[in-house]
């Protein structure tokens, strides 16, 4: 059998190694127990004596939303426009413009969204609901009539949301400003559907004014022999006269944008009828010839205004 060698431990006093074999014993017990306590203090139950006394408060409650407010945060969701598929072109959300519509923009942080307006339109004011979490600023892009202006909205984190309105010397535009953690719009701008409309008519009106009244007309079959008479409204007319086929009564531009009067043909016995014409322009065209017609308009108080032809050689000429 193999002997230890203990020798080396002779020399050790008694006090060092039982200090030695005491520390030893004491880190591994520290070691084993600590966890152990550890342990207990978790699984440990609270005695009812130790427990926190129940709070004397009661949970806050929600306000309830009056019917006022019901009605407003259902106005604002129906006139909410949202991102369409179709409304993208390329990267940018194209909404149609209409006076009180809310349109709505996603952005998110370290991105940022362009607001366009249209080309020639001048910015008078931004104004946003949050001004501490958004960064919102202006630019421009091109010159003279394409200049263009920019607003550029950029969000300080996601999950915020607020508001902005743009005032212009145009228009008024609504926006509902929404961030997310990754999902931004790129840019948005609007088409104007009455501007186009409003085009369109003044194209209309251009044509209407280069149009002839009248064609094949030889300057000395026209007659202006006819005498206006009566109330003087707005809408008097300037003149009449015919080319021995129709007749045609001018009328001064405002015609255009108020409202026109109904034209009769009095008879000899001053019996009135109403009488077949359309307008062209600014002239009533009737495809026959009269002596005498009126226009009235009005109900309490009727403006009437008489045309009638001044006779002819004497007499009244013969009409059809």
């Known amino acids: 059998m193999k002997r230890l060698n203990i020798a080396p431990l002779c020399g050790l006093s008694l006090v060092a190694l039982c200090g ?11 070691k084993a127990v600590k966890p152990a306590i550890v342990a207990a203090a978790k699984t440990s139950p609270v005695t009812p004596s130790k427990a926190a006394p129940p709070s004397s408060r009661s949970p806050r409650r929600a306000r309830p939303v009056t019917a006022a407010e019901g009605r407003v945060a259902l106005a604002n969701r129906a006139a909410t426009l949202q991102p369409t598929v179709p409304g993208f072109v390329n990267a940018v959300q194209v909404y149609p413009f209409a006076d009180g519509t809310l349109y709505q923009v996603y952005a998110a942080p370290e991105r940022v969204t362009d607001i366009a307006l249209q080309p020639g339109e001048a910015l008078i004011s931004v104004a946003a609901g949050d001004t501490v979490r958004w960064v919102i600023g202006d630019t421009t892009s091109g010159s003279g009539s394409d200049k263009r202006t920019h607003i550029l909205v950029k969000p300080f ?56 009244v009248a064609t094949g007309i030889s300057p000395d079959q026209l007659h202006f022999d006819y005498a206006i008479t009566g109330d003087r409204p707005v809408w008097r007319p300037l003149r009449a006269f015919d080319d021995g086929r129709q007749t045609f009564v001018e009328f001064p531009a405002s015609l255009m944008v108020g409202e026109a009067p109904p034209l009769f043909l009095v008879d000899a016995k001053g019996q009135a009828q109403l009488v077949n014409y359309r307008l062209q322009g600014r002239f009533y065209v009737v495809d026959r010839l009269f002596d005498a017609a009126e226009l009235r308009l009005g109900l309490k108080h009727q403006d009437v205004v008489r045309i009638e032809r001044a006779p002819l050689n004497g007499r009244r000429g013969k009409r059809s």
Do not use: F
Request: charged share 20%.
């Open 157 to 212: 984190s996601a999950g915020l949301s607020t508001n902005l309105v743009i005032t212009s010397d145009r228009r008024t535009y609504h926006l509902a400003l929404a961030s997310t953690s990754t999902t931004a719009m790129m840019a948005l701008s609007w088409t104007y559907p009455q501007d186009a409309l409003i085009a369109l008519r003044h194209a209309e009106e251009e044509r209407q004014k280069a149009v002839p």
């Open 20 to 30: 030695a074999a005491e520390t030893g014993t004491q880190t591994r017990a520290d």
